[in-house]
């Protein structure tokens, strides 16, 4: 279990970025033939893209519901994304089976979505978290002064609308 930081955090990422999300949804429950094999497929991947960074993979957080699982992926940019889809061998490997086995049937969906991030154009805060996210991502610092509000993190002018707590301890 990640370890939780008390206090108020921001992320802080050096030039532009890509926010990747992929996911998959269970349609027909009770044909686990089918979708359990493509939820299965993404943790090989996962584990290429951890154990080879230099494809421009950053970071991941992975989400879980009754009907599938989303993943929020951190790239460095969109060309080294689309060159891991349509040349990473596991990617492909996966990609060719959904195809053959699932296709068009409606079994199972699956889905991503894209945005290119240009440099300073986010905010985030995270408070009272473990670092998370785009701050896992890329560098995680106190939401303080520039960085106190969402308004200051894009850039712009902003006093905080509550201040921000002092630390208990």
């Not at 993979?57 to 519901?65: D, N, R």
Request: glycine share 10%.
């Amino acid at each position: 279990m990640s370890k939780v930081i008390p206090g108020r955090y921001t992320a802080h990422m050096e030039g532009s970025f890509v926010v990747f999300i992929i996911g998959m949804r269970i349609n027909k429950l009770w044909a686990v033939h089918k979708w359990l094999p493509v939820f299965m497929a993404m943790g090989p991947m996962m584990q290429e893209l951890y154990r080879n960074r230099e494809l421009g993979f950053l970071e991941a957080s992975f989400h879980l519901s009754w009907r599938g699982v989303s993943l929020i992926q951190y790239w460095k940019s969109f060309e080294q994304l689309e060159a891991y889809a349509r040349k990473g061998a596991t990617h492909l490997k996966a990609w060719r089976r959904f195809n053959e086995k699932v296709g068009t049937s409606g079994v199972v969906g699956i889905y991503h979505e894209t945005y290119l991030i240009g440099e300073g154009q986010y905010e985030c805060v995270y408070n009272n978290m473990p670092v998370y996210g785009l701050a896992k991502a890329g560098e995680h610092v106190p939401a303080t002064g520039r960085r106190e509000t969402a308004s200051r993190r894009l850039g712009r002018e902003g006093e905080p609308a509550v201040p921000t707590p002092a630390n208990p301890r």
